[in-house]
């Protein structure tokens, strides 16, 4: 009779909250069922475990009357009419009290479903599903829960992510989300050893012998920075990812000693040969266009050379005309024909007759044409010209170093001006860009410039970590028969006692190892990025989400990015590689030792 007055006031209570939650809009009218996951008559199942009230008997014992058609035949919100839960208000609902499910047949849903632990004394399994109504499974997440319970963890030999402190207490990323989570859930520990029956059958990797401790119930928990590969999720669920490991190969750096040559040819290293090439066929080619579309503009005495050309080309020079305009006496004629041309510019210039007019007062000239144009510029880098050539040049040369602008007499001149300023604007701006790159990356020469190099050039072995080798083989094939697992040894290590040509590790790895000590700062990273691992705890499937769901928690509140930041400058300390320390380096004299030859050179041929 009690259990009677209760379940009615309870449906009561329910009825209400339904009638509320209608008007405001939570309940529609149930989806159906999917075709492809059907709701099953469960009363036929539930109706063998009720009470002598007719109620279903419930693990633990619930003070609601569950009835034996409760979740039975179509989807409903089932929750919202019988769970105590769902009684309260909006804010302290569950999430999964507004969504709707039905009993189905595990054998007969292609939609997600869960086997129930509600129910007490079932004669056979019974199972819901949310999916085949339309919902998300909110209720495993809210109610399996690790408030207050014990975890078995365990740790492998690697101190990955944490270390020892002076005072032999572990301290690091990991730590900290391990007390974290013991903090949020108010979690106890109980540290378990792996287990010798999984060092046995994974002696290279004390990480995946944890994972295999994980996998047969040995520990509910692994703590360090286990990368998630496609052989350890094969054995055990990992919960959400909380860091990423970045892989480079890593080759032994040259010893920095420079020859002659390479002191020499560091300064045009920025420019490729064929480069250099057609930026001094410019040097060549837009003094002499300077020269020729300026010819009437610059100082008469290389007016008059380019004159004498074309009139050359055109018969005038000789004539009775010409002649008339020189000194009446034949002496004197023939005495101007012996001067040389800057006699001769000499002598014209103390009469205060301007050349051009003593050629077109008996001969107006003639409109410039093409060819008469293309036959000057033709002769300039003649003998006559040549000095008229150099100085053009020159003040070419110095405005493509950017010590002093070029002179523009003309319009067309102004244009050529303009074009050869752009393209040294152009030029020079390259040239800088590219220059310190070069120069402060002689540290960094090695015989191999990436993973293709290293397998051509040397037969020798590449260690990695054994966890890795099956996604490295996925990705290079190449690299089948040539990874070398270290074991316990490092990596760099392993280089220095001739193990391997190279290694593939993670660049945190090997970051730790330059801040750690001087002896690996003769190994640098080559090429571009092989392959990225992501990191967490390898978890039992019963309480992976709700570690995931912390974990994704300390990493937006950003409480992962400052206990990463804080422990790095905390385990790392001080760079130790100086090559490695700062991203913006000086420049030594090795560096710019070839500059300085080049400048020696140009002084000793002009003071020669």
Known sequence: VIGMVIGTVSRWRASVALSILSFQGFIT?????SPACPCINSTEILILATDEYGCVKTDPPSEVCYPPNFGALECGFWDTEYTPECFADNDDRPEYCSAQFCYVSQDNCLRPSTESVFYKNLTSAIHYSYATCGYLDTYVVSTTTLFHSTLRTSFPNGQAYW??????????????LQEGLSEYFALNYDETPILNRSLAQYPESTFTACVHSVAINETDLCISAFWI???RTKMTSFANSYAVDIFHIYVFAEDGSLSFYDIMKRPFLPFSVNLWLLI????????????TLEQDELPWSISATIRKISSTDCDHVGSPDFAAVTPSSEKGAHRHEDQSSDQLDEELSLTNVPPSSLVERHHPRKPKSAGVSLRAFAKLLSHDTSQQYAAVFYDSFLMFCQLQPLQANSDVGRMAHLSFALFVLVVTASYTANLAAFLTNSSQDTQFSNLE????????????HAAIFETLHGLYPDLEGRLLDTGDVELFDAMDLGWCVAVICAVDHAEEQYHTTKEHCNKV?????LTYVYVSFPVREEIEHDISGFITNFTESGALGNSVITHRNTFWGDHMCDSHSSDEEQLGVAEMAGIFVLLALGLGFALL
């Open 29 to 33: 009218k149930g989806f159906e069922d």
């Open 163 to 176: 270390k020892y402190t002076v005072d032999g207490v572990r301290d690091g990323v990991t730590i900290e």
């Open 229 to 231: 590969t496609e052989e």
């Open 280 to 291: 001094c066929l410019a040097l060549i080619v837009v003094p002499a266009v300077i020269l």
């Open 453 to 464: 190099d290293v397998l051509k050039a040397s037969s020798g072995h590449i260690c990695a």
């Open 525 to 529: 990273a080559v090429g571009d990025i």
